[in-house]
Nanobody, 112 residues
Framework: QVQIVESGGGLVQPGGSLRLSCVVS????????MTWYRKAPGKEREPVAT????????NYADSVKGRFTISRDNAKTTVYLQMNNLKPDDTAVYYC?????WGQGTQVTVSS
């Protein structure tokens, strides 16, 4: 049974930081690129960052470049999203996805 569980969201002030984690089980984690997505109220779901199977190649949405960092630990079957200098526009539910599977999401709210 595939399980994808995100955590680490919360309420943070503008300029603050959060680190999201996504723990995966039920499929061969190391064989799949992993992507973080987000969905804000009233907006389409969008990809935020992707990391290759070995972790050496990453891609980011223009809106988060220079502020977010995606990484993975294949031994722990976990992917991370370090988010710095957060802005109110980053408020969304953040999801982890791979191989057609999705987690339940974790809420990130950036507000003063």
């Amino acid at each position: 049974q595939v399980q994808i569980v995100e955590s680490g969201g919360g309420l943070v002030q503008p300029g603050g930081s959060l680190r999201l984690s996504c723990v995966v089980s039920g499929f061969t984690f190391s064989r799949y690129a992993m992507t973080w997505y987000r969905k804000a109220p009233g907006k389409e779901r969008e990809p935020v960052a992707t990391v290759s199977t070995g972790g050496g190649i990453t891609n980011y949405a223009d809106s988060v470049k220079g502020r977010f960092t995606i990484s993975r630990d294949n031994a722990k079957t976990t992917v991370y999203l370090q988010m710095n200098n957060l802005k109110p526009d980053d408020t969304a539910v953040y999801y982890c996805s791979a191989a057609g599977y999705w987690g339940q999401g974790t809420q990130v709210t950036v507000s003063s």
